[in-house]
């Protein structure tokens, strides 16, 4: 099986921010599926050292309607917009894609799962 790896621009607000996320530029976000890792798991890299693992399927949920799990939300936001946002012990992190972008890995990663294994 094959790796899927897609970059993304993204607006990111931390809680520590006091910017609203549209008077902040857009940064790369590296999305990443390795299905001989974990073939339910997909990884968000954020800038710096930040990288989330979470299930694909959560990703999926979210787009369509709020899902969450643990440390993960996943909500769309109006009609092309998608949020993310990851809770960790240093506090939260907000993430908006173009919802294109992550239905667009999404598609990428079914088709890799479905690879077959070469031997």
């Not at 974990?38 to 800038?47: E, F, M, Q, S």
């Not at 990703?59 to 369509?64: A, T, V």
């Not at 993960?72 to 506090?91: L, N």
Request: with cysteine; charged share 25%.
């Amino acid at each position: 099986m094959s790796v899927v790896e897609q970059y993304a621009r993204a607006h990111i607000v931390k809680d520590t921010d006091v910017t609203v996320l549209e008077e902040r530029g857009a940064v790369p976000v590296v999305l990443r599926y390795d299905p001989d890792i974990d073939p339910r798991a997909i990884r968000v890299g954020l800038p710096g050292p930040h990288e989330w693992t979470f299930s694909r399927s959560l990703l999926e949920q979210g787009l369509r309607a709020p899902a969450g799990n643990g440390e993960v939300r996943v909500w769309p936001c109006g009609r092309v917009q998608a949020v993310v946002e990851f809770h960790s012990s240093q506090g939260v992190e907000v993430v908006q894609f173009d919802s294109k972008a992550l239905l667009r890995f999404l598609r990428r990663t079914y088709i890799a799962a479905a690879q077959p294994v070469a031997h």
